[in-house]
């Protein structure tokens, strides 16, 4: 399995320093790269299946995918919001 931090990256290219950075910094975040990535491997290994609950499963897949990617973006904005210092006096 590769690296959930570089998955996340591929499906956002335009913010790669920013998935980075925040990499970097937290954990939680880490983790939520690693989920991302586990959930799609999940709806493409049952997208090749035969078994009977083949499109219940990958709809759950894709709805916790579409989830976490919101999560994901949210945080990202998050990160990316520069506080304002209070002007020096």
Same mark, same amino acid.
């Not at 999940?42 to 989830?67: C, N, T």
């Given at each position: 399995?590769?690296?959930?931090? /570089? *998955?996340?990256?591929? #499906?956002?290219?335009?913010? +790669?320093?920013?998935? !980075?950075? &925040?990499?970097?910094?937290?954990? /939680? *975040?880490?983790?939520? #790269?690693?989920?991302?990535? +586990?959930?799609?491997? !999940?709806? &493409?290994?049952?997208?090749?299946?035969?078994?009977?609950?083949?499109?219940?499963?990958?709809?759950?897949?894709?709805?916790?995918?579409?989830?976490?990617?919101?999560?994901?973006?949210?945080?990202?904005?998050?990160?990316?919001?520069?506080?304002?210092?209070?002007?020096?006096?």
């Amino acid at each position: 399995m590769k690296n959930g931090v /570089g *998955f996340v990256i591929g #499906c956002f290219k335009e913010r +790669t320093k920013v998935v !980075e950075e &925040l990499a970097a910094r937290k954990e /939680g *975040f880490r983790d939520l #790269c690693d989920d991302f990535l +586990t959930a799609h491997d !999940e709806k &493409l290994r049952w997208e090749g299946s035969s078994s009977p609950e083949r499109d219940e499963r990958i709809a759950e897949y894709q709805e916790l995918i579409d989830s976490m990617r919101i999560e994901i973006e949210q945080a990202l904005d998050r990160s990316a919001v520069v506080p304002l210092r209070p002007p020096r006096r």
